[in-house]
Nanobody, 123 residues
Framework: VQLQASGGGLVQAGGSLRLSCAAS????????MGWFRQAPGKEREFVAA????????KYADSVKGRFTISRDNAKNTVYLQMNSLKPEDTAVYYC?????????????????WGQGTQVTVSS
């Protein structure tokens, strides 16, 4: 199984980025897909997750109204649209897959992880 995250970069506060995560080696539509992030010196934290058909999503309070998770099962890809970015959103962002029908935000429940993509928001 491979999860390849991309789309990170350097952006000014208030700007936008769209992260993508391409999955291979698994039956993508059977997995809940999640995004997590880890800032230097901090623990990995939940950002957003989506169920197999996009009918159920979950967001961390810190990103509600600014970030949107979506998926395209035909392309085996999950996306994270990030708007109104803040310096505190700076972190390495990871995508993860959970063989489940229920959306959870607990990292330990996820079965597979990608390598991460750096997002840096300047003030």
């Amino acid at each position: 199984v491979q999860l390849q995250a991309s789309g990170g970069g350097l952006v000014q506060a208030g700007g936008s980025l769209r992260l993508s995560c391409a999955a291979s080696g698994l039956t993508f539509s059977r997995y809940v897909m999640g995004w997590f992030r880890q800032a230097p010196g901090k623990e990995r934290e939940f950002v957003a997750a989506i169920n197999w058909n996009g009918g159920s999503t979950k967001y961390a309070d810190s990103v509600k109204g600014r970030f949107t998770i979506s998926r395209d099962n035909a392309k085996n890809t999950v996306y994270l649209q990030m708007n109104s970015l803040k310096p505190e959103d700076t972190a390495v962002y990871y995508c993860a897959a959970d063989f489940s029908t229920v959306v959870f935000g607990t990292p330990s429940l996820y079965d597979y992880w990608g390598q991460g993509t750096q997002v840096t928001v300047s003030s």
